[in-house]
């Protein structure tokens, strides 16, 4: 997963014509810890997708306007526009993510 360091270059990401898929995370975040464990095969499978992430705490501003309210949060961007949002609570096992894929993308 490629890194998003400034809001720049994630409003150029999800300008993107094809959907790109973004993981909002924190450090201290338990849940996120877990979900690195489990999402390396997920990626794999859905490789012919853009997959990237952003550090709540670093990039300041973007959970806020994306109604990002816990994390790990996966949300789905095309043409700039959210097309998806999987909260943290629905994030917990590779299933819930699989789910949430297999359900906005096919």
Known sequence: MKAIKTVDQ???????????????????????????????????????????????DEVEGLAEKFEVMGIPSLLIFQNGEKQAHRHSAYTKSPDDVEEFLQQELG
């Open 10 to 56: 994630f409003n150029e990401i999800i300008a993107s014509k094809e959907p790109v898929i973004i993981k909002f995370y924190a450090d201290w975040c338990p849940d996120c810890k877990r979900m690195d464990m489990f999402i390396g095969d997920i990626l794999d499978k859905y490789e012919q997708y853009d997959w990237y992430q952003v550090n709540s």
